[in-house]
Nanobody
């Protein structure tokens, strides 16, 4: 079992930055990757960024490249999502998720069903 807890969300203004954290605990030895997803009301959950558990091979959604950075703090078993120049359309609940079954690939990383464990989410609201 792996547990994930997100934090760092909140209400910000357009143009501001936010740093989301995903604290990971439990059987981290079985981890392959962590992904950050977001879900706006009435919309599907989709991938923002993903990174291997070793902290390599970050991948970003094309629409967010240049505004988000994913990284791993090895000492704290935490995966960070830094978001800059936030826009109202970034408003969503942000979730982190763990892949513990197999290494992620380009073919699999976008599918939420690929990930085995999820956090409860953190709300990000960007006002215009």
């Amino acid at each position: 079992q792996v547990q994930l807890v997100e934090s760092g969300g909140g209400l910000v203004q357009a143009g501001d930055s936010l740093r989301l954290s995903c604290a990971v605990s439990g059987r981290t030895s079985s981890m392959y990757a962590v992904g950050w997803f977001r879900q706006a009301p009435g919309k599907e959950r989709w991938l923002v960024a993903t990174i291997t558990w070793s902290g390599s091979s970050p991948y970003y959604a094309d629409s967010l490249k240049g505004r988000v950075t994913i990284s791993r703090d090895n000492a704290e078993n935490t995966v960070i999502l830094q978001m800059n120049s936030l826009k109202p359309e970034d408003t969503a609940v942000y979730f982190c998720a763990a892949e513990t079954t197999r290494p992620i690939t380009i073919a699999t990383m976008f599918n939420p069903n690929e990930y085995d464990f999820w956090g409860q989410g953190t709300q990000v609201t960007v006002s215009s």
